[in-house]
């Protein structure tokens, strides 16, 4: 009885074999693998280099100036599309992570990260020179960097860059309005607030205190309320 057991052992291994020689074929196939040498190429690379003119897909930069700001070598002053009040707020939203911290909200350079030590401060968005620069130039900037700051390629997609760029010029206006530039028609919303002291930018400057009528008040609240929304916050990450 063993040994009939292991005659048919024996039988079963060599039929396992002989089927298993049956579809070698189809476990060894004409194909290379990756990075491999190759005797069916001259100049035997299996990886076959793409097809000269190929774009991998969403990599087509047919806009130049969308991708550059550039026009030929020149820094441009257009915004590549229209900016409207979506377009300002996402600027808003994407200028207070990536730049605030060292430019500060208001843009004047006075950043919490220079607060500490940065080697150098940046420059506020308000000086004549910057107020000047075409926009092109902004975008250049946060690609490329400048100086000792560092680029934001990499974090910040071309759509969010131009959106931080309408925002910086929302803000130079902001800094520098006069009535001139309310369009005719319009109201001017408030009275502009009176500070008790320049600050650092860093968090929202204090509002003198209010000697005005109710319902001015009532219009001017929006700093505060987001300034006590923001300590909130602070206050919410620093307890965990
Ligand atoms: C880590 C801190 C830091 C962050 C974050 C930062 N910057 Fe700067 N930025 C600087 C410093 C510092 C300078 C001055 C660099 C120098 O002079 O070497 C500067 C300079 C600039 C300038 C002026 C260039 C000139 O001609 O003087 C622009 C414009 C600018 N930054 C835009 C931005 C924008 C837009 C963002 C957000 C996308 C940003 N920065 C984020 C630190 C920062």
């Given at each position: 009885?063993?040994?009939?057991r292991r005659?048919?052992?024996?039988?079963?291994?060599?039929?396992?074999?002989?089927?298993?020689?049956?579809?070698?074929?189809?476990?060894?196939?004409?194909?290379?693998?990756?990075?491999?040498?190759?005797?069916?190429y001259?100049?035997?690379?299996?990886?076959r280099?793409?097809?000269?003119?190929?774009?991998?897909r969403?990599?087509l930069?047919a806009?130049?100036y969308?991708?550059t700001?550039?026009?030929?070598?020149?820094?441009?002053?257009?915004m590549?599309?229209?900016?409207?009040?979506?377009?300002?707020?996402?600027?808003?939203?994407?200028?207070?992570i990536f730049?605030a911290?060292?430019?500060?909200?208001?843009?004047?350079?006075?950043?919490?990260?220079?607060?500490?030590?940065?080697?150098?401060?940046?420059?506020?968005?308000?000086?004549?020179?910057l107020?000047?620069?075409p926009?092109?130039?902004?975008?250049?900037?946060?690609?490329?960097?400048?100086?000792?700051?560092?680029?934001?390629?990499?974090?910040?997609?071309p759509?969010?860059?131009?959106?931080?760029?309408?925002?910086?010029?929302?803000?130079?206006?902001?800094?520098?309005?006069?009535?001139?530039?309310?369009?005719?028609?319009?109201?001017?919303?408030s009275?502009?607030?009176?500070?008790?002291?320049p600050e650092?930018?860093?968090?929202?400057?204090?509002?003198?205190?209010?000697?005005?009528?109710t319902?001015e008040?009532?219009?001017?609240?929006?700093?505060?309320?987001m300034?006590?929304?923001?300590?909130k916050?602070?206050?919410?990450?620093?307890?965990?």
């Amino acid at each position: 009885m063993p040994h009939l057991r292991r005659i048919q052992l024996i039988a079963a291994i060599l039929a396992a074999g002989t089927f298993t020689g049956c579809r070698l074929d189809m476990h060894v196939q004409p194909r290379e693998n990756p990075l491999s040498r190759s005797d069916f190429y001259a100049d035997q690379r299996s990886e076959r280099p793409p097809v000269e003119g190929t774009v991998a897909r969403d990599e087509l930069r047919a806009d130049t100036y969308f991708y550059t700001g550039k026009v030929g070598n020149n820094p441009g002053d257009v915004m590549p599309f229209p900016v409207n009040k979506q377009v300002l707020e996402r600027g808003r939203e994407r200028f207070n992570i990536f730049c605030a911290p060292c430019h500060s909200r208001l843009g004047d350079g006075n950043g919490f990260v220079p607060s500490r030590g940065f080697a150098r401060k940046p420059p506020s968005f308000h000086i004549a020179r910057l107020e000047k620069a075409p926009v092109g130039y902004f975008y250049d900037v946060i690609t490329n960097g400048f100086g000792i700051m560092p680029d934001y390629a990499s974090q910040i997609p071309p759509q969010d860059r131009w959106d931080i760029i309408a925002y910086i010029r929302a803000l130079q206006l902001s800094q520098n309005a006069t009535t001139a530039d309310v369009p005719a028609g319009q109201k001017i919303p408030s009275e502009p607030p009176t500070f008790r002291q320049p600050e650092s930018g860093a968090t929202l400057p204090v509002p003198a205190p209010e000697t005005k009528s109710t319902e001015e008040k009532s219009q001017n609240t929006k700093p505060e309320d987001m300034q006590s929304a923001d300590m909130k916050g602070n206050q919410q990450v620093n307890q965990q």
